[in-house]
């Protein structure tokens, strides 16, 4: 069998098509990588030894202008293209994570007549897939409550969750400080703003290096491609010692699922992705989601995590690096919340989600053939 997947953008949409990926292959289908030329996944997905090949493609501009012509030109080239490849590569299947790539990528797969599935991560679905939910075969939904935006016909939709890259689950600890060069016998804070970084949280970290270095704490810290020479900067000119084994300012990290493994609290944004792998390895967490999300889709996100007592939930508009610290302290001090509240995220992790969504696959194929 093989398929074409696209998704992109953004890691959050790029991981769990890589999961979804990494999957069929093991059952032996082929698999090919459509994904943006110009956008994170034409670095992140050849690294795997997928085979990938990059679109050229503009995004909805958000009113009318000059850049609508050369949004619908590139487009509709991309298009062209994506029809082009999944006719040559013989792709049984067009399988889509959202972002704008999958826009043109799964609607080819449509027009083609070939089986097509698209996966929503966000409790809001995101524009592509709200295009692409009525012309699909099967829509896999991690919420529930997303249906409610796709108006389509319910028989065609699964909830499946979230799925998450085996080896984000199968990380062993001991492993994860060996390849971070961390010392086991200390607690360790991850701060990560999702796979672009975020400014406002490396704006407000300055006071939790001070407490982590007076307190033989680690600290790995993900900034995000942009922003790093920046933060660098900013914390050399507040006189923290960078140099310290304690701390570690990583701009993008590959490897993942090291930094989870050593991570004994995890200072995030709540991207649905994040938040999947956050409780698939039970780890507490302080969730501080991006406002600017869309239908501020990452506070609901959050707020689930936040019910069941697996998070501590800090509005952007509220945040500073004194309350952020006031936070870590009441968590990372008490080592009864800490292992109740990855207790409490353990028991929302969905560790069937890449198997429901690769048995949704395997019904359509039974089913059409
Ligand atoms: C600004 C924006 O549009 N955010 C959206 C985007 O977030 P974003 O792309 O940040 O996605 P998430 O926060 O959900 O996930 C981040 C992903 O990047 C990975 N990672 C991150 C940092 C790093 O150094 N290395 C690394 O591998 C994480 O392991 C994770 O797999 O997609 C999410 C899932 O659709 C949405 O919920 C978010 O609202």
């Not at 020479?229 to 507040?238: H, W």
């Not at 501590?312 to 309350?323: C, D, K, Q, R």
């Not at 800490?338 to 089913?367: F, P, V």
């Amino acid at each position: 069998m093989k398929a074409v997947i696209t998704g992109g953008g953004t890691g959050g949409h790029i991981y769990p098509a890589l999961a979804i990926a990494e999957e069929l292959k093991k059952r032996g289908w082929e698999i090919l990588y459509l994904g943006s030329k110009q956008r994170m996944e034409a670095e992140i997905v050849p690294k795997t030894g997928c085979d990938f090949i990059g679109l050229s493609l503009r995004p909805l501009p958000r009113n009318i202008s000059f850049k609508l012509f050369s949004f619908l030109f590139y487009n509709l080239k991309a298009f062209l293209k994506a029809l082009k490849i999944i006719k040559s590569f013989k792709a049984d299947f067009v399988i889509g994570t959202g972002g704008f790539v999958a826009g043109p990528v799964v609607l080819a797969g449509v027009m083609l007549g070939r089986k097509t599935i698209i996966h929503e991560q966000n409790a809001y679905p995101g524009i592509t897939n709200k295009l692409l939910a009525r012309f699909v075969n099967k829509v896999c939904l991690n919420f529930a409550e997303s249906a409610d935006y796709l108006k389509v016909n319910t028989q065609k939709v699964e909830i499946t969750g979230n799925p998450v890259r085996p080896k984000i689950i199968n990380t062993d600890r001991k492993k994860a400080y060996q390849s971070l060069n961390l010392n086991p016998e200390l607690k360790t804070i991850l701060i990560t703003g999702g796979s672009l970084g975020a400014e406002i949280i490396n704006q407000n970290i300055k006071e939790l290096y001070q407490y982590a270095l007076e307190n033989e704490i680690q600290i790995i810290h993900l900034t995000g491609r942009k922003n790093y020479e920046k933060v660098k900067n900013n914390l050399k000119s507040s006189n923290l010692n960078l140099e310290n084994p304690l701390i570690k300012v990583i701009d993008y990290l590959d490897e993942m699922e090291f930094a989870l493994a050593a991570a004994d609290l995890i200072i995030s944004r709540a991207g649905a992705t994040a938040l999947a792998e956050i409780t698939s390895c039970a780890k507490a967490s302080i969730l501080i989601p991006f406002a600017a999300a869309a239908e501020n889709h990452q506070a609901v996100n959050a707020k689930t995590l936040a019910k069941k007592g697996a998070a501590a939930v800090i509005e952007e508009s509220e945040l500073s690096g004194e309350l952020l610290l006031k936070k870590v302290i009441d968590i990372i001090e008490d080592e009864q919340k800490l292992q109740s509240m990855a207790a409490a995220a353990e028991s929302m992790s969905q560790k069937n989600a890449l198997k429901n969504i690769i048995k949704a696959i395997e019904n359509l194929n039974k089913k059409n053939n």
